[in-house]
């Protein structure tokens, strides 16, 4: 009955220790945290470091430049330094239209909307520029991690090339953004090219993870901060900037979005709160109705993805906003009387009909990843009230969903890194979490059951209840002292 007793309390203690040490893995509140998690329990986080290491060697060795002049296409000014894209939705009326710089070509252009037309990849500069933010992150995530001066060099390097050597340079402008193609159009660009460069907010992010490193420094943050001032100038004062910011739809809350983080990286923050409290103040007013849907988004052809894109931009200021001391767009009621939390549950509605709908396709089925970021952003933020957000995530989590979103992974909500539940979906897209611990389970019952056996063969041959008694208490005490110990670390890290 007593050695019986003893392994009971002998298991019970590791399982304490074991689920103390998940949930502290799963707990991480950036990566300096999950740096201290990595330390202690490397067998832990062996998924994550071999997984990290594999995408970091990628953008380590991608020989691409990505750059504005790489692009096949020169401007209609002649100056390959501008950005340069298509329009998306605009096909050519007529036959025969091959080369996309035929602006004297006298064919009208239509609009489809939601359909691509097949030339556009030919402007490269989109690709690139998204390309380029993917791998200066992923760079600056593994300096962070693995302290390799390497990373943060190829991370300078992507910086350097994109936004200030003087050959390879972008423009702090989007003036020929989503051009129309065709003599009646003029080959010009439009605002909603602006759209174009919304993944320019994780540039900041990364820059404050490599600037630490003694062959980067912050020898860049400067001349950066300076193209980004530039760039929040004309953001702001440009007729195609002033014409994005009205846009009351996707388009206007990405503007507001992209705006509000180049003002605060270039040290503008009281233009970026100003900014965020007129949007609440203006047509975000409209932007939900009373059952939680978009109107402006659902007059489109897609109206998941727009719902979700523009639901993607909102939760992104309400964060920014929080940080800047400005509305509580969280809070912000629309004209409808409902707050952002209405268009997420509507969602959740929706994205669980599309999961059970047996006929909604496969590729239809494999976009709804889409909704995971805003999803995670209101949890963090509303919790899980009804208890449907933390189900419907576990089943988003297994459907494919291409690269990370990084408009979760580094928010300006948490400059550190991840939050709790954002580190859930990083973890899941680059397989973070280890589900083989076998690497300490094992050591701690091969030693707790080898100490109890001496223990028990030593206390039998004495023939002393009482004290195997007494001892059982002690072991009890010190596994409640262990509980607490851990639990203890876990909100103190």
């Known amino acids: 009955m007593i050695p019986i007793l003893f392994l009971a309390l002998l298991v019970a203690w590791v399982s304490v220790a074991e689920a103390a040490i998940q949930f502290d893995l799963l707990d991480i509140e950036g990566l300096n945290r999950f740096k201290t998690i990595h330390s202690r ?23 691409h430049p990505y750059s504005v002049i790489n692009t096949s296409i020169t401007p209609p000014n002649g100056n390959k330094h501008e950005f340069y894209s298509l329009a998306a939705y605009w096909w050519p009326n007529c036959d025969g239209i091959e080369d996309v710089q035929d602006p004297d070509r006298d064919c009208p252009y239509v609009r489809k909307d939601g359909q691509w037309v097949p030339d556009i990849k030919k402007a490269t500069d989109p690709n690139d520029f998204n390309e380029m933010t993917a791998d200066v992150t992923t760079l600056a995530v593994a300096y962070t991690i693995f302290g390799d001066e390497k990373y943060a060099e190829k991370a300078a390097l992507l910086l350097n090339t994109w936004f200030l050597n003087i050959d390879t340079y972008m423009k702090p402008s989007v003036n020929f953004g989503q051009v129309i193609r065709g003599k009646s ?24 993870l490599i600037e630490k490193s003694e062959t980067v420094g912050k020898r860049l943050t400067r001349p950066l901060k300076s193209w980004f001032n530039k760039y929040s100038t004309w953001l702001v004062t440009s007729p195609l900037g002033v014409r994005e910011k009205n846009h009351p739809n996707n388009h206007g809350t990405f503007y507001i ?98 999961l059970g709908d047996m006929q909604a396709g496969k590729e239809l089925k494999e976009r709804l990843f889409a909704f995971r970021t805003p999803l ?76 109890a056996a001496i223990i028990l063969m030593w206390l039998l041959r004495k023939q002393k209840r009482r004290s195997l008694v007494r001892l059982l208490v002690i072991i009890a005490c010190l596994c409640a002292t262990a509980a607490f110990y851990n639990i203890l670390k876990i909100h103190t890290l």
């Open 41 to 63: 329990y490397p067998h832990l986080a062996r998924s994550t470091i071999e997984t990290l290491r594999t995408k970091a060697k990628y953008a380590l060795e991608n020989p």
């Open 185 to 208: 159009h003029n080959n010009k660009g439009r605002s909603e090219g602006i759209l174009e460069l919304r993944t320019i907010v994780y540039i900041p992010q990364a820059l404050a």
């Open 257 to 354: 979005a992209q705006t509000a983080a180049c003002l605060h990286f270039a040290g503008r923050d009281v233009e970026a709160r100003n900014l965020i409290n007129d949007f609440a103040d203006g047509y975000f007013k409209d932007q939900i109705d009373k059952d939680g849907k978009q109107p402006l988004e659902t007059a489109r052809t897609k109206v998941y993805h727009y719902e979700c894109f523009n639901l993607l931009a909102l939760v992104y200021i309400a964060r920014l906003s929080i940080k800047l001391d400005g509305i509580n767009l969280w809070e912000t009621e629309t004209h409808y009387g409902v707050t952002i939390k209405a268009a997420v549950d509507h969602l959740v509605k929706v994205t669980n009909n599309l």
């Open 376 to 451: 995670y952003a209101a949890r963090d933020y509303y919790g899980d009230p009804d208890g449907e957000y933390g189900p419907l995530l576990e089943k988003l989590l297994e459907l494919p969903g291409g690269p990370i979103e990084y408009w979760a992974l580094w928010s300006p909500y948490t400059l550190e890194g991840l939050s709790d539940d954002t580190y859930e979906t990083y973890a899941d897209e680059w397989n973070l979490i280890s589900e083989d611990r076998s690497g300490m389970l094992p050591d701690v019952m091969i030693n707790g059951g080898l100490l």
